[in-house]
């Protein structure tokens, strides 16, 4: 969602699930423009890491607690598989977290 108008979407729609979200140039809306500068989003990675780390912790956890007979290289692997499938939530996710902290 655009931080200006809170309408219009950030990223086009994506077109499956091997292909990277891409974000728009500008709000369909209000024509804010989300890319400012270069390497704006180097920001985004802070709050990117901190979300794979809170989702790391809490999955470990989830299995170490609730399945206590499961083994650790299966937690490893499980855990490995949870991150990858929210890695590409967690670029957008990051990213618009970034532009709602600092949308000016
Ligand atoms: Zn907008």
């Known amino acids: 969602m655009c931080p200006n108008c809170r309408i219009s979407a950030v990223y086009y729609p994506t077109k499956s699930i091997f292909h990277m979200p891409e974000m728009k140039v500008k709000c369909d ?3 804010y423009k989300f890319d400012r500068e270069p390497g704006y989003f180097l920001g985004a990675m802070y709050i990117s890491y901190a979300i794979a780390v809170f ?3 809490t999955t470990f956890a989830l299995l170490y607690f609730l399945f206590p ?3 650790f290289n ?3 692997t499980i855990l490995a598989f949870v991150m990858i499938i929210a890695a590409k939530k967690n670029y957008k996710l990051s990213r ?3 532009i709602h902290i600092f949308p000016k």
Do not use: E, H, K, R
Request: net charge neutral; proline share 0%.
């Open 69 to 71: 007979n499961l083994s």
């Open 29 to 31: 809306n209000c024509n």
């Open 96 to 98: 618009i977290i970034y």
């Open 55 to 57: 989702l790391g912790i």
């Open 74 to 76: 299966w937690i490893i």
